[in-house]
């Protein structure tokens, strides 16, 4: 296919997301639903790598990432803390739009400084800033420019001077989290140490982890000094701390300092370890190899070179999905939600600091009840070697924590994640396990999926079929699903047969009106709890009356024929919250749980109505500027979904499945696994974003997947990535395309051309 290609990833932008939603207003059927939950990205334009284990960006301790400009903020439009973009330094490791987890990181606060030492803290107003993958940059307005980036386990800092007779660079090694309420972080433990020559290295205990950096420094003549309480130690080499309360805490640290011209760079690199600080000095080393101590020159392997390696490393990605048209605004938010589904989770090979052994360690699955849903199995898509090692180290948090994690940080423990959901990693190691994904011990595998349905939620769950919130009763039913399917396939009938047996405990969570029962939930209500894709969607549609009847309710929650709405503002809110809470409405991509509702019509049979809703989002819920998302990206789930939607295809977590919908563009090439998979459309139509929405939906009349009629609305997992052409014929009008036959489930009912008793996966071509 020879696509009209143009490189998307210069057209990447990592403003997108950083401040309040702030989007034309949505008309059609976007217009009718209501967004409960905070309206901002909640990203940040630091420097990245991809699927790195260090980010480096400007900090103002606002709320989330300590970018920005907000306070904490659950609902509605965010609140201002700041009227202007600041900056205290530049700090690193940053979540990537997550909402209120409790841990925001932003460690080794580098500050550099034309005033005195007792200046530190001070919050300079940004101006000139500029991003792209791998690169942050912004001017203080003390003059001083800041560029930022970053290699996987490294970064590099750059500051240019103004002409100034004590400049400085001062790296706080006691800062942490954000300037909010209960917001900081204190370290428990800490060591530092000015080795001389422009050296220095040292370890901070933060909530449990032992997070070491070794610094290099590019500043001939500079002298440099440990500091304590913002009063330079003179003559001071070292200091330690063997225990810190927040009531004693006195910030502490290194620094860099001597007279500059106008113009003179001063250049500070660093690498990070979770073992400490000979691992942070190899891994600084292994990447920059060129020690400026040594040769007194930044040479080739300083700044540039690591920009360079990065921009590389996303180029490497982006080279792997390329697309054909579209216009020029829908083209730079599908290449920014591309570089914000592969920022997380965070890979640190060997780094675990919990376990002896070497392998694989991933952390920042901070948001995994939607992650698991579309940026897993993009992940895997586009690095299958990162998703076996993101299963391997899945499965070795629950051997050495005695739980498969529901989410999980730079720190050991599910905290706060269990009240989420329950058996979310199931799902991402049954997709693992279909697809053959290589070098897992599948037997160790299913030992600890097994043991773990039973913790937490699960252990009420296996007594009773039923938990609450009703939500967990359907997550805990998938899993005994997707776990015996890892059973069966590895010969143990009688296990399988026992899990299945209890994978049936889903149908105890509805009510007979089709529904949810009346429980707590997370986030959410029994309306948008209710369309989840479950493995027995057959059975599930028969429950709520059939299709019509299924379809008759999708509709009143999607809002076919209601008044548009009016979204909630700025605390305090007024009437319209209550108004909001009882439409029982699709909360749009806003909120996690709806993520996945669009595709349910495919299993009734309307694929057009899916193609209406899905078309809809991508046009009036996303935009390009700094508020162009509608909500928490989360760790790239959001924009992974919208990558998915773009390309017409939405992956049913757990069954190895991909449902195919009307693509945004009129063709894209796919790189997966060694193997090219290609989306060409006849029939396609420019209806463009935002403001420039026009026109409606388009449907799918036909499809073909390798010169084959495909008249299902799906196709697995094996044959996407196996490679192929997928041909798609569009129209502006519904057509019966795939309104016979539906998506696999896990039982039979009448009208299905499948036989009494069969297996699910012997539906999947």
């Known amino acids: 296919m020879n696509l009209n290609i143009r490189p998307i990833l210069d057209q990447v932008d990592p403003f997108i997301g950083t401040a309040a939603t702030d989007l034309p207003a949505a008309q059609g059927l976007a217009a009718s639903w209501w967004w409960p939950k905070a309206q901002v990205g909640n990203t940040h334009p630091g420097a990245c790598a991809p699927f790195g284990m260090v980010s480096a ?43 209120a987890i409790r841990k925001y990181y932003n460690y080794f606060r580098v500050t550099p400084m034309i005033e005195p030492l007792d200046a530190l803290g001070t919050q300079w107003k940004l101006e000139d800033e500029t991003a792209e993958p791998g690169y942050y940059a912004a001017t203080l307005d003390n003059g001083i420019r800041c560029e930022l980036t970053v290699g996987a386990k490294t970064a590099v800092h750059r500051y240019t001077f103004p002409a100034a007779p004590s400049s400085r660079v001062v790296v706080d090694f006691s800062y942490g989290g954000l300037a909010i309420e209960h917001g900081s972080t204190v370290p428990l433990r800490a060591e530092l140490q000015s080795l001389g020559q422009g050296e220095a290295q040292g370890t901070v205990v933060m909530e449990g982890v032992p997070l070491s950096v070794f610094i290099e420094a590019d500043a001939p003549g500079w002298r440099q000094l440990v500091w304590y309480d913002r009063r330079r130690l003179d003559g001071g080499t070292r200091l330690d701390f063997d225990h810190i309360r927040r ?102 090979e060997d780094e675990s600091p919990f376990w002896p052994a070497g392998g694989p360690f991933v952390f920042d699955i901070s948001t995994m009840w939607d992650m698991y849903k579309t940026q897993f199995p993009l992940l895997t898509a586009l690095d299958p070697a990162k998703g076996t090692a993101m299963l391997e180290s899945l499965v070795r948090i629950c051997e050495e924590e005695g739980n498969l994690p529901i989410g999980y ?57 039923i938990v609450h919130p009703i939500s967990h009763t359907l997550d805990l039913a998938y899993g005994y699903w997707c776990t015996a399917l890892i059973a069966r396939g590895l010969g143990d009938a009688p296990l399988a047969d026992e899990l299945e047996a209890k994978s049936q405990g889903w149908a105890n969570a509805f009510g007979p009106d089709g529904l ?221 395309w795939a309104t016979k036959t539906r998506p696999p489930s896990a039982s039979d009912r009448p009208g299905h051309a499948r036989g009494p008793g069969a297996r699910f996966q012997e539906y999947l071509l």
Not at 92 to 98: A, L, N, Y
Not at 411 to 424: E, H, K, M, N, W
Not at 444 to 459: N, S, T
Request: aromatic share 12%; hydrophobic share 35%.
């Open 409 to 465: 940080r730079m720190a050991r423990g599910t905290d706060r994640f269990f009240r989420q959901a329950s058996a979310l990693a199931h799902t991402a190691l049954a997709d693992g396990y279909q697809l053959g994904l290589p070098g897992l011990d599948w037997d160790w595998a299913l030992v600890h999926m097994q043991d773990d349905l039973r913790r937490g939620y699960g252990e009420e769950f296996a007594a009773r079929g």
């Open 247 to 348: 009531t004693t805490l006195r910030p502490f640290g290194v620094m860099f300092m001597g007279p500059t011209e106008a113009g003179q760079t001063v250049e500070i690199r660093m690498g990070f370890s979770l073992r400490g600080t000979e691992q942070s000095k190899a891994n600084l080393r292994s990447a920059l190899p060129v020690s400026i101590a040594s040769t007194g020159s930044i040479g080739a392997a300083g700044f540039d070179a690591c920009r360079e390696d990065t921009r590389q490393a996303w180029a490497g990605y982006f080279d792997q999905v390329k697309v054909d048209g579209g216009s020029p605004e829908r083209r730079r938010v599908f290449a920014t939600a591309l570089y914000h589904s592969l920022i997380k989770p965070c890979f640190a």
């Open 516 to 736: 949810l029962r009346d429980s707590s939930f997370y986030e959410g209500g029994r309306w948008n709890y209710s369309f989840r894709l479950l493995h027995d969607m057959a059975a599930r549609i028969d429950l709520a009356g059939g299709d019509q009847e299924f379809v008759a309710i999708l509709d009143r929650f999607f809002g076919y024929g209601a008044e548009p709405v009016t979204q909630l503002g700025s605390r305090p809110f007024g009437p319209e919250f209550a108004i909001g809470v009882d439409l029982n409405r699709f909360e749009g991509l806003n909120n996690e749980p709806d993520m996945e509702a669009p595709w349910a019509y495919h299993y009734a049979g309307r694929p057009d109505r899916t193609a209406e809703v899905v078309h809809a989002a991508l046009a009036h819920q996303f935009g390009t500027g700094p508020g162009g998302l509608p909500g928490n990206d989360d760790s790239g789930g959001l924009s992974s979904w919208y990558v998915w939607a773009s390309l017409g295809l939405f992956p049913v977590a757990g069954q190895n499945l991909f449902l195919v919908n009307a693509p945004a563009f009129p063709a894209a090439q796919l790189r997966l696994g060694g193997n090219d998979f290609q989306i060409t459309t006849t029939g396609h139509v420019e209806t463009g974003i935002g403001a420039d929405a026009k026109g409606g939906p388009r449907y799918v009349q036909r499809a073909r997947f390798n010169g084959q009629a495909l008249d299902h609305s799906y196709i697995t997992g094996d044959q996407l990535h196996g490679g192929g052409t997928l041909e798609i014929e569009l129209g502006p009008v519904p057509s019966d």
């Open 57 to 99: 960006c400007a900090c103002s301790g606002a709320y989330p990432t300590g970018y920005g400009r907000y306070g904490i903020s659950t609902e509605g439009a965010p609140e201002p803390m700041y009227d202007e973009s600041l900056a205290s330094g530049f700090t690193h490791f940053q979540q990537s739009g997550t909402g």
